[in-house]
């Protein structure tokens, strides 16, 4: 069994920075694509991050310039860093990572359980 656990948010005012962190745990063979999304109430989730297991990222054009993902392969975590946070951030984020498990062999795409920010105005 594969567990994303994630955890950093919180409530944070405009302009303030907040970092997430998201743990994978389990029978990982390998570690590939990881990303953040989010997803604000009333609308649909959508991609804020991703990073590959060669450290290519790609961003959504909103966060761009504010929020920077990055992972630490030995340790099976990937993070975002949020600055300059603005109340169209608020949001629960989700971990999201492509990966294969041992014994026998077999992809999984796996999600967290999501973790709150929110940034008042």
């Known amino acids: 069994q594969v567990q994303l656990v994630e955890s950093g948010g919180g409530l944070v005012q405009t302009g303030g920075s907040l970092r997430l962190s998201c743990a994978a745990s389990?029978?990982?063979?390998?570690?590939?694509?990881m990303g953040w999304y989010r997803q604000a109430p009333g609308k649909q989730r959508e991609l804020v991050a991703t990073?590959?297991?060669?450290?290519?990222?790609n961003y959504a054009d909103s966060v761009k310039g504010r929020f920077t993902i990055s992972r630490d392969n030995p340790k099976n975590t990937v993070y975002l860093q949020m600055n300059s946070l603005k109340p169209e951030d608020t949001a629960v984020y989700y971990c999201?990572?492509?990966?294969?498990?041992?014994?026998?062999?077999?992809?999984?795409?796996?999600w967290g359980q999501g973790t709150l920010v929110t940034v008042s105005s």
């Open positions: 389990g029978n990982i063979f390998s570690l590939n694509a």
């Open positions: 990073i590959t297991s060669g450290d290519s990222t």
């Open positions: 999201n990572a492509h990966l294969v498990v041992a014994g026998p062999s077999r992809y999984l795409e796996v």
